[in-house]
């Protein structure tokens, strides 16, 4: 009897100290939010929209001055020989694969830019994060999407989003 009591008091003892009392200070934030609204993501942003619509507007016009070859050798294919028409019809699908060669590879280039500029970004931006914990006494900063339920008062983005702005001014893409 005396065995069953101690056991319990010693199992109940146990389980009371096991409760989370934690001091840790954890915090979360929006890191798309910030990457795309703050001052340097959005220059960005429109530098990269800048080259992307100048990559279109070429390839329309690739596109066009290709499409006008076609149609005008087959405008002439019942005047001109034989032989001439298969070189030129050879030149023309040359023409069509450098094409769409250079397409990929300026898709690739405009990719890989992409991929540098954030990672770029982000190179800035962890020690303002860092710091911003510091001051702050946070242990654990966590992104947002990572976060299932959290108390509004724990976003932090609004004010890293200040500090960067003032801080980060532009980034090189090149």
């Known amino acids: 009897m005396f065995f069953k009591i101690k056991f319990i008091l010693i199992t109940i003892l146990i389980l009371i100290s096991n409760v989370a009392l934690s001091n840790e200070n954890i915090a979360y934030v929006d890191m798309d939010l910030i ?3 703050s001052k340097v993501g959005k220059l960005i942003a429109a530098k990269l929209s800048e080259e992307h619509k100048s990559n279109i507007n070429y390839f329309k016009k690739k596109e066009d001055e290709l499409m006008s070859k076609e149609k005008k050798l087959i405008a002439q294919q019942n005047i001109i020989d034989k032989s001439e028409l298969e070189k030129q019809l050879n030149a023309l699908q040359i023409e069509a694969n450098e094409y769409r ?16 500029a954030t990672k770029k970004l982000l190179e ?31 976003d932090k983005t609004d004010e890293i989003l200040k500090i960067i702005d003032k801080k980060i001014n532009k980034i090189n893409l090149n």
């Open 101 to 116: 060669q250079e397409k990929n590879k300026r898709i690739n280039d405009l990719s890989e830019k992409k991929l540098k």
């Open 35 to 37: 990457m795309n609204s």
């Open 124 to 154: 800035s931006i962890n020690p303002i994060l860092s710091e911003y914990a510091d001051k702050n006494s946070i242990s654990i900063l966590m992104q947002k999407k990572d976060i299932v339920i959290g108390k509004a008062s724990l």
